[in-house]
């Protein structure tokens, strides 16, 4: 769709794909990076017609991302740490912004700023051999990008507590028990589970696709009965779309829907 350096961003029936290039150093995040996810996600933003979900992966078979780049941040004063964890708020709150649905497709070694990027999208679905951790107290500092944020909505205070605390890594089985992941595939098969739950979610209404991701995300930490009326205004708005008058057609004639996300 358009070329990067340190990612690749391709696209095939619908399905973007989004993979972190850096594997020589396990596709660590830089900023230069970081700028270019941003970059890459206004790509898929504005091509609301040719993508429908997105999956975000990494290169080579040994990591989804270990995390941001350790080499670049090792001089960095305060002011400098604060623009990079904004240059990363900025990019990663784009996965959460877009209308599209997002899967991580988490092949590997999913560490401190590589989980906290896994965090951000919709779903993960992990491959059996990958790892996961938040190792920043390892480092002397805390994670930066969204970690004690994200991962404590996933799995809750006490577990994001720990793993973050101990900054020790969890590996599949456990990532799937906490919440972590939705999905746990072979290695060889993450792809095409994560292609395949793509697909399924392109067979609906994607105004109602992008609407429930929405409403998930925005309400969640309000108030439920704030929650309650905002999903109310929200469910009432999808009743003005044809793809509703169709959908609920099909399901009278005995047909399958053919949406046109109108
Ligand atoms: N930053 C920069 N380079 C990294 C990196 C990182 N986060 N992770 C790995 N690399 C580099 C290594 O330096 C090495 O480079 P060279 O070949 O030039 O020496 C290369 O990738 C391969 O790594 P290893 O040789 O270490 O591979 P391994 O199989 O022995 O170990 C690993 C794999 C356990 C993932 C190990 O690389 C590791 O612990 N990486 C760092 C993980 C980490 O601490 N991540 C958190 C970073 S802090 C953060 O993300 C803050 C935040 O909140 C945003």
Not at 58 to 70: L, P
Not at 80 to 88: D, M, R
Not at 208 to 217: L, R
Not at 251 to 258: C, I, V
């Amino acid at each position: 769709m358009k070329d990067f350096k340190n990612v690749l961003l391709e696209a095939e029936d619908g399905i973007a794909t989004l993979t972190i290039n850096r594997p020589k150093s396990l596709n660590a995040l830089n900023s230069d990076t970081l700028t270019e996810i941003g970059e890459a996600l206004d790509v898929v933003k504005n091509n609301e017609d040719a993508v429908k979900v997105l999956i975000i992966t990494g290169s080579g078979e040994k990591a989804f991302v270990a995390g941001a780049d350790i080499s670049q941040m090792r001089d960095m004063n305060p002011i400098e740490a604060s623009e990079l964890s904004k240059l990363a708020h900025n990019s990663f709150g784009k996965i959460e912004d877009l209308k599209q649905f997002t899967i991580a497709a988490v092949n590997g070694y999913c560490l401190g700023g590589g989980l906290e990027l896994a965090s951000s999208c919709d779903i993960r679905v992990i491959s059996s051999k990958a790892k996961f951790g938040q190792p920043e107290v390892t480092l002397g500092i805390i994670p930066g990008f969204g970690g004690t944020q994200r991962l404590t909505r996933l799995v809750g205070r006490g577990k994001a507590k720990e793993m973050i605390a101990t900054g020790t890594m969890i590996d599949a089985k456990e990532a799937y028990r906490v919440g972590i992941a939705e999905e746990v595939a072979e290695p060889e098969e993450l792809i095409n589970k994560a292609t395949e739950i793509a697909k399924t979610i392109m067979k609906n209404g994607l105004i109602g696709v992008g609407m429930a991701k929405y409403v998930i995300d925005r309400a969640a930490d309000l108030p439920l009965d704030t929650a309650i009326d905002f999903e109310t205004q929200m469910w009432s708005q999808t009743f003005a779309t044809e793809d509703q008058t169709e959908g609920m057609t099909a399901f009278l004639e005995k047909r399958h829907a053919n949406f046109t996300n109108k």
